[in-house]
Structures are given as C-alpha cells and as structure tokens.
T-cell receptor
Framework: DTGVSQNPRHKITKRGQNVTFRCDPISEHNRLYWYRQTLGQGPEFLTYFQNEAQLEKSRLLSDRFSAERPKGSFSTLEIQRTEQGDSAMYLC???????????????FGPGTRLTVL | TQLLEQSPQFLSIQEGENLTVYCNSSSVFSSLQWYRQEPGEGPVLLVTVVTGGEVKKLKRLTFQFGDARKDSSLHITAAQPGDTGLYLCAGDEYTGNQFYFGTGTSLTVIP
C-alpha cells in the first residue's frame, strides 16, 4: 500500500511534555499538509510544504508548534510544552501540485490522535 | 474561523430515504471537494468539482457546484447504513495555498 502513513497512531502524554509526529506522504507528491481536527468538527489547516519549503502557516499555529520537511519527503510536527487544549487528531495529507488551480487532490493519512492529560 | 458552513450538522434517517447536505460560503473557490470520514480514520475523497454549475454523479451520490462557485450540495438517494459517516466539504481559494474544510455533517443511516 503506497498511501499516506502517520506514526504513531495514538499518543498519550502529560501536560508540559514535548511530542513529535511523523508523516510519510505518497512518494511522488510534492505537497504535504498538516491539519488538526477535534471531535465532530472539520479539519483545521495548520501548515503546508511544497517540497522542503514551508510556504504557509495558519495563524492558529502557536509558537509551540513547529513542522519540518527536511528532504522534501517525510515531515515531522512537534508540539512543545503540550497543553490539554492540544488534544486532537492530527492529520497529514499529500498532493501533487500540477500548476493548475486547486493544488491537486489531497490524500489523507489515518491521523495521530493526541491526548494530553 | 471556518469559511465553509455545512448544514445540517447532524442527520439521522431511515434506510432508503433521500437526503441533501449543503455547503455554503461567502468566498469563491477554484475547486471544491467532498470527503467522507469514518471514526478514527482520515477523510477519504469522494469527488472534486471545478466548474461553476457542474454536476457529478457517483452511483447514488450527486454533487453540485454552485454557479457562483461559493456553494455546493451533496444529495444521496436511497441511503444505506454503509453511508453513515462524517461528510466534509473542502475548498481552496484561487491562491491554492490553503485548504478550508467545512464544519461537517454527521450522517447516521438506521437500518
């Protein structure tokens, strides 16, 4: 299966700890997105990369959040000094930017569910 | 702030009934997508519409993109229990840099 994969699938941590999530996109996709989703709501955009460049960050993303995509392949999302409000599903998606309007269809991973105690 | 509002937020119907989910915005989108998401999984793409007024059919599902490219609807005919899930619309503005998801419609089809 060559879909988007995310690790870990579940993470439980104590408030104040740092956590890091990994996303492996579909290999030929040049765009990679991170979203956060709370129960029963639609995903909220956090940030996206085109190749290794981080092109946009949501204003919702506090300084405690940082994302990298060092070689334009996999990406990591780190949350420092976690708070209970960070508890959510963190979704990764990838797409192939074709130069046309729309940025290509996004394919989502299964998500990492974070619980901050 | 979510640019796309979906209605209804929750929908519970009997198997065999028809339903329509609406996705509305004051913004214009270059394309709009519909996803279905099951608990504990990521959203799965159902369809992409790119032309104002476009209608696409996928078996019992009919998707329409508004003429002004600000709204869309999803109509399901003869709903089945397997249609149960969270339906999400999503669109990108002409910059193509950020993708906005709707507020979601949670559908339950009762056998």
């Amino acid at each position: 299966d060559t879909g988007v994969s995310q690790n870990p699938r579940h993470k439980i941590t104590k408030r104040g700890q740092n956590v890091t999530f990994r996303c492996d996109p579909i290999s030929e996709h040049n765009r990679l997105y991170w979203y956060r989703q709370t129960l029963g709501q639609g995903p909220e955009f956090l940030t996206y990369f085109q190749n290794e460049a981080q092109l946009e960050k949501s204003r919702l993303l506090s300084d405690r959040f940082s994302a990298e995509r060092p070689k334009g392949s996999f990406s990591t999302l780190e949350i420092q000094r976690t708070e209970q409000g960070d508890s959510a599903m963190y979704l990764c998606a990838s797409s192939l930017e074709s130069g046309l309007a729309g940025g290509g269809e996004q394919f989502f991973g299964p998500g990492t569910r974070l619980t901050v105690l | 702030t979510q640019l796309l509002e979906q209605s209804p937020q929750f929908l519970s119907i009997q198997e065999g009934e028809n339903l329509t989910v609406y996705c509305n915005s004051s913004s214009v989108f270059s394309s709009l997508q519909w996803y279905r998401q099951e608990p504990g999984e990521g959203p799965v793409l159902l369809v992409t519409v790119v032309t104002g007024g476009e209608v696409k059919k996928l078996k019992r599902l009919t998707f329409q993109f508004g003429d002004a490219r600000k709204d869309s609807s999803l109509h399901i005919t003869a709903a089945q229990p397997g249609d149960t899930g969270l339906y999400l619309c999503a669109g990108d503005e002409y910059t193509g840099n950020q993708f906005y998801f709707g507020t979601g419609t949670s559908l339950t089809v009762i056998p």
